[in-house]
């Protein structure tokens, strides 16, 4: 789960993590007047859920409170590489002496925590990496041990300080790994990390990504996570609080299946055969008669679907209770569209008598029922 910069500053505030004084709003109006109560130059800043917004003017900098306003106004109900600006946070500007990056997050190779910092801040670190992997310091974490302050000493050191502000900065990368253990997140970024001209360290910018297979330990971000799918479609939002992966796409053909790799290739075989997908939907394993009909559900809501594919390998899930599952919410939602069901796994033989007795296609192969699905929706158009 993605948090907005707002929300990972707030977080900060917990752990004495200095980040600029800020406030955000939705009204140009209110830009002013904060801009006006800080008498300085702020920068005002798109709150969105994606990376690299600066580079494609997501943030503005501002003199004057007028300015503050004109960049409100520029910002708000604008896109921000597709996502829908709705909010700004006006903050103070701050005296840049040197930018830093310092950030935590999961080395999957060594099955570890990994920190990275670098003098090279302000940037994208991925590109800094690549094209100056001097410029990196990275320090593999035992799970046991976790960031020591040995460790967050000689990462300060690593990046050119020594004596006090060593043992500052070594405080705040210490801090910022208890927030990352405290909330389990998968990334913590400070970036810019800035040394001011008065020799302090703020945080300017800040990126926390919190794992969704943790969030039943924070029950306060599982409902801010619901706020956050507001911005989705009414059919996205509703699949996602049935525990469906759905994603709503520009095509005619509704796509069902029971793994999120089966769902894909089932899409690409779609468009192999000339078709185009309507959505991405993966209802899990072992789904229950409720889930089965959620996911019919939300995918024949869509008024473009003229072919509804359901696709399913039974392990977990048993064929014959996905066939009978099928029949019965068909028979609810008193759908016309043709269905095309690929049934392969546990109890195979027992779905496929269930759905062919009922007059509903069958097939082995997932390659003939995506080329039977394609023609049925041309069959439709024509």
Known sequence: MKLYEYEAKSLFSLYNLPTPKGTTTTSSQQAYDIAAQFCTPVAVKAQVLVAGRGKVGGILFAKTPQQAKEAAQNLLNSKIKGEAVTKVLVEEQVSVRRELYFGLTVDRFNRCYVAVASEAGGVDIEEVAEKRPEKIYKQLLDSQLGLRLFHARQIAKGLG?????????????????????????????????????????????????????????????????????????????????????YVLLDGDIGVVGNGAGLVMATMDLIALYGGQPANFLDMGGGAPLQRIKAALEAVLSNPKVKVLFVNIVGGITHCDEVAKSILLVRQQLKTPKPLVVRLMGTNEAEGKRILTDAGVPVFDRMEKAASRAVKLAQMEVA
Do not use: C, K, W
């Open 161 to 245: 300080y020594s004596g006090s502000q060593m043992l500052e900065l070594a405080q705040l990368l210490q801090n910022m790994y208890r927030l990352s253990m405290d909330y389990d997140a998968q990334l913590a970024e400070m970036n810019p990390l800035v040394e001011t001209t008065d020799g302090r360290f703020v945080a300017v910018d800040a990126r926390l990504i919190l794992d969704d297979n943790a969030l039943f330990q924070h029950p306060q971000y599982l409902q801010l996570r619901m706020e956050h799918q507001r911005d989705l479609a009414t059919q996205e939002y509703e699949a996602q609080q049935n525990g469906l992966e």
